[in-house]
């Protein structure tokens, strides 16, 4: 089904003139931020002006910090969920604990760590995995949802009532008459961790898009700063800080995970599951609020089929060879155009794009060929299997809970976040140097290079101290390697995740069609799944005694794909100026066929239907 167009009114940088359109948003950028401050007059900037003068960001509004504030309860209550669970699967009951998971009290519990069903390493990281996959194979529907049928919106709104019920099913396995039951209780948790997965993938594709669909100017416009500086406010510059900004507040949300790791600890897993659900009803309640002041872009219901019969024309008239080479002469087979003036005409009940829709979709499948390398960098931000779980159970505690230093993860990009958005990224920018989006991959795959070096020596040495050599893991007693050896480990990728996951983001949200922004940006947290997948399918072998060389593999790898960025992509760096195409959005600048069957009252479905 096809989307009537959205009415101008409520379409930021929406406008039936230049002129109406520069006061839109100008009404819509009404507070001011510490990058756009005391911005004064408005023009659109000539190519010399494009060229010279320094790129701000926008002013994220209030319902953009909704948003946010969305992101963060969603969040909190996935990390905060998922951190209990390879303790809660993998480790027995603790000896002298209270039969709900906690460690025994006093000294006899110092070095314990918190356990339930005692299932072993190989089943907590399948079923850990299998968790994770889900997570992020699901968000490709719901990217798909989103886009043609519901909208961002309803997409959101329904994950959020799904993830209600999951989080209230999750304490049930935790309640210590059930964990006395192991089977039910295993049960019952793979039901609660699958429905709270369908959640997070309604959610997290539409969450992103939703918030950079706010942003108030739709093309480049030049300031005066009180300074007297002229900048432009850079719809671009826009997107990678307000995506800077959502990916701290994800990760603030993550850091909930260290009350999670405490509450196993000192009271139980049914405390550790029932506070991620306790902040995730923060959600309904922001929605409510700001339901009437988003901009919600309408879903375009045969984008998808549109998309897919392209495709197969192309491979129709091209094939896989010339498909790679991807030169223009391929792509134009596909467009009306060049049909019209090949064949004489277009067959309309079929040929339902425009020109420009193939360009979207060649500009989309361009920055989809750089996502099918961030699994290499998923898999060093975190090891193979359960290796930094395995390792980290081996190694002298000291009372800390063995899964609470990865918690320096969010705590490092809560701490860079901002550096990198307010000091380094402007400081660079003011010096002529800005960090294009390839030069921050590069920096990011080189983070994880180096995590995986270090990684590899840390379980090396306890493996060399260990009372039990090479089988570590399984140990009655731990090596003298302290456990806060790991902090460098999670710190290292937790920057470099700034570098490589908001800069896919980004790259996902403006050169992804603006019909088509869920699905692609869906695609690019489909890496995390690939990654699962992986780890799910080596599980069996990452163990005791080969957990350095998994490390070392990884290591080169991530050094290696680290040059392709500024090589084989270097094309990414070049700017996209009209990602945000207001109209393009609302379905108005559809193919003329498509309009008149509206104004006859026929769908696109129909047409599809008879074809």
């Not at 990678?240 to 009271?267: D, H, K, P, Q």
């Not at 219901?301 to 491979?315: F, P």
Request: hydrophobic share 45%; with cysteine; aromatic share 10%.
């Amino acid at each position: 089904m096809q989307a009537a167009p959205l009415p101008v009114v409520g379409m930021p940088g929406a406008s039936t003139s230049e002129k109406d359109k520069h006061k839109s948003e100008m009404a819509a950028l009404t507070t001011v931020g510490p990058a756009d401050e005391h911005l004064l007059g408005e023009d659109s900037p000539t190519s010399e002006e494009m060229a010279t003068l320094r790129k701000v960001p926008a002013t994220m509004p209030w319902v953009g910090i909704a948003m946010c504030l969305i992101e963060f309860a969603e969040r909190a209550s996935y990390y905060g969920s998922k951190g209990p669970f390879n303790n809660f699967i993998n480790n027995p009951l603790p000896k002298g604990g209270n039969g709900a998971g906690a460690v025994a009290p006093g000294e006899a519990g110092l070095n314990q760590s918190a356990g339930a069903l005692g299932l072993g390493s190989v089943d907590a990281s399948a079923l850990t995995n299998l968790f994770t996959f889900l997570a992020y194979v699901i968000p490709i529907w719901g990217g798909i949802v989103a886009d043609t049928k519901w909208g961002r919106f309803k997409t959101i709104c329904v994950g959020t009532a799904v993830g209600a019920i999951a989080h209230i099913l999750l304490v049930i396995p935790a309640i210590p008459a059930v964990i006395a039951k192991p089977n039910g209780s295993l049960g019952a948790f793979i039901i609660s961790i699958v429905i709270l997965a369908f959640a997070a993938g309604f959610i997290k594709p539409s969450l992103g898009p939703l918030l950079c669909d706010q942003i108030p100017y739709r093309h480049p416009i030049v300031k005066t700063l009180k300074s007297g500086e002229r900048v432009i406010v850079d719809p671009g510059v826009t997107v990678e800080r307000w995506l800077l900004i959502f990916y701290m507040c994800i990760n603030i949300g993550g850091f909930f995970a260290v009350a999670t790791s405490y509450a196993e600890r000192l009271v139980g897993f049914w405390l550790a599951y029932l506070l991620p659900g306790i902040v995730y009803f923060l959600m309904p309640i922001v929605l409510v609020l700001c339901a009437k002041k988003l901009h919600k872009a309408p879903p375009q219901g045969s984008v998808v089929v549109e998309t897919w019969r392209v495709v197969k024309l192309l491979m129709s008239k091209g094939g896989w060879r010339k498909c790679l080479s991807g030169k223009d002469e391929f792509w134009n087979r596909a467009k009306p155009s060049h049909i019209a003036q090949t064949e004489g005409s277009v067959d309309t009940t079929k040929v339902l794009w425009d020109d420009r829709f193939v360009d979207e979709i060649r500009q989309s499948l361009s920055a989809c060929a750089v996502f099918m390398i961030i699994p290499i960098y998923v898999l060093a931000d975190g090891g193979l299997g359960n290796q930094m779980n395995d390792m980290s159970v081996a190694m002298t505690l000291n009372g800390v809970p063995n899964d609470l230093i990865s918690n320096w993860n969010p705590l490092a990009i809560i701490v860079f976040s901002p550096i990198l958005t307010y000091i380094i990224y402007p400081w660079l920018a003011k010096l002529g140097f800005p960090l294009k989006p390839m030069t921050r991959m590069f920096i990011g795959f080189m983070l994880g290079a180096l995590t995986c070096v270090l990684s590899a020596i840390i379980q090396w040495r306890i493996y060399k101290t260990s009372p039990c050599g090479y089988y570590a893991t399984t140990c009655d007693e731990v090596s003298p390697v302290s456990l806060w050896w790991q902090v460098p480990l999670y710190t290292f990728p937790a920057i470099g995740e700034l570098f490589v996951y908001v800069t896919s983001y980004e790259i996902a949200y403006t050169r992804s069609p603006a019909r088509m922004k869920g699905l692609v940006y869906s695609i690019s947290l489909f890496n995390q799944a690939i990654a699962s997948a992986l780890s799910l399918a080596l599980s069996n072998v990452i163990v005791d005694p080969n957990l350095v060389w998994p490390w070392v593999a990884l290591a080169i790898a991530c050094f290696l794909s680290a040059f392709l960025f500024p090589t084989y992509f270097k094309h990414l760096d070049d700017p996209v100026e009209d990602f945000a195409d207001a109209d393009r959005q609302a379905g108005v600048l559809q193919q003329p066929v498509l309009l008149n069957q509206e104004s006859r009252g026929h769908r696109v479905g129909d047409v599809e239907e008879k074809a």
